[in-house]
């Protein structure tokens, strides 16, 4: 049976558990991978940088590269398709402070994949290691590559791709092992997974329907994979990776949601800024109040309060006993301010 809580590593990255947050577009915040270290993830991810947003000195795509001291180890996701660019950006990834590099080699959305990257690359392999093989040359932190199982429906194609990328120099895979055609229907068959897992000699990481320890358990076990990702089940559920690390299932006192959600707030509007925060907290309020938590329109007064400190007066007001754990969680855990590390000038010099 494998120890959840048993340290492996990637390359030289030590990674403390065998629990790892996903990648999340428009989830995965410094405020989330914080919470989600906090919560008994091994490895935390950003969500996908573009590389071309970084190549032409976008400001708000410089702003994913902002890592925050008590995140490590860490991952910064890519997305692009040209090795030149893709390895330039490697290198602002690695000088930002990030233990690891990660490829997206699997996003199915048509944005992405109509520019040649995430999924698409699954049917380009070449291209696909000459991106890893190139990025490998440009930086010393370990590469790791995060697939699906192709683009059509049944496609294998992630076990001819995956050990190609191995080869070119990956020091780790992921693969959620639907196809890009399924998006998110269907469920993960994670007998792809122990395919490729007995294909190559680098970890292997699990990603898809984990939702609870034992399914962590049954699909470390049957798969040989090194880790298992969580993504969708620790949207406003922080508690499903203590859940899945230490043992029971443990439903949160209100006061409990009520404080690790105000926290959540401060943090990502220190992050974000007020106006992009309010905007990106919405959809975060339901999933910290569903899963029976709250009464449902609960959820809809807040969404249509104007500012995150009204949202926080009324939260507490739901939850009066929320303040004293807040007030022990702030002291408990430096602040945002104090652990995000500025980016290194050469970032913004474009150097
Ligand atoms: C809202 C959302 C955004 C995602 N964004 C990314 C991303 O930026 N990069 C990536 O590699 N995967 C992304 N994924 C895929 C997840 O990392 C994960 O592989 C997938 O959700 C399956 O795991 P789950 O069943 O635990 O959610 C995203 C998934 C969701 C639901």
């Keep these: 049976m494998v120890d959840l809580r048993e340290p492996w590593s990637i390359g030289p990255v030590e990674i403390p558990t065998r629990l790892v947050l996903a990648p999340m577009a428009g989830v995965s915040v410094q405020a989330f991978r914080r919470q989600g270290r906090r919560f008994g993830a091994g490895l935390v991810c950003s969500e996908m940088v573009s590389c071309a947003g970084i190549e032409h000195r976008n400001e708000r795509t410089l702003g994913y590269l902002r ?29 930002a402070g990030a233990d690891l590099v990660d490829l997206n080699f699997g996003c199915p959305v048509r944005k992405v994949t109509k520019t040649g990257a995430g999924a698409t690359l699954l049917d380009d392999p070449a291209r696909a290691a000459a991106i890893v093989s190139a990025i490998s040359a440009a930086v010393d932190i370990p590469v790791s590559v995060k697939l699906r199982r192709g683009l059509r429906d049944g496609s294998r194609d992630c076990l001819v791709v995956g050990p190609r990328l191995v080869e070119a120099g990956a020091a780790s895979l992921t693969l959620h092992p639907r196809s890009a055609r399924q998006m998110y229907t269907g469920t993960a068959d994670h ?20 939702v609870s320890r034992a399914k962590a358990r049954a699909v470390l076990a049957t798969t040989g994979a090194a880790a298992v990702m969580v993504g969708r089940a620790a949207q406003g559920n922080p508690w499903v990776l203590e859940e899945i690390v230490d043992g029971e ?8 949601v009520v404080a690790e959600l105000v926290l959540f707030v401060r943090e990502t509007v220190r992050e974000l800024g007020e106006r992009r925060a309010s905007g990106f907290l919405k959809k975060f309020y339901g999933w910290y109040l569903g899963r029976g938590r709250f ?57």
């Design 67 to 95: 890592v925050a001291s008590d995140e490590h180890p860490l991952a910064i996701q890519l997305f692009g398709s040209e090795p030149r660019t893709m390895a330039e950006a490697a290198r602002m990834v690695e000088a």
């Design 191 to 210: 007998a792809l997974t122990a395919e490729l897992v007995s294909l190559v000699d680098v970890p292997v990481i699990a990603s898809g329907d984990i």
């Design 249 to 256: 299932p443990r439903e949160p006192s209100r006061e409990e």
């Design 295 to 351: 009464p449902r329109p609960f959820k809809q007064e807040l969404v249509q309060l104007s500012s995150t400190e009204e949202v926080e007066r009324r939260l507490i007001a739901a939850a009066p006993g929320a303040l004293e754990l807040i007030e022990r969680l702030e002291s408990e855990i430096p602040s945002g301010d104090e652990v995000t590390l500025e980016l290194p000038i050469s970032i913004y010099g474009g150097g």
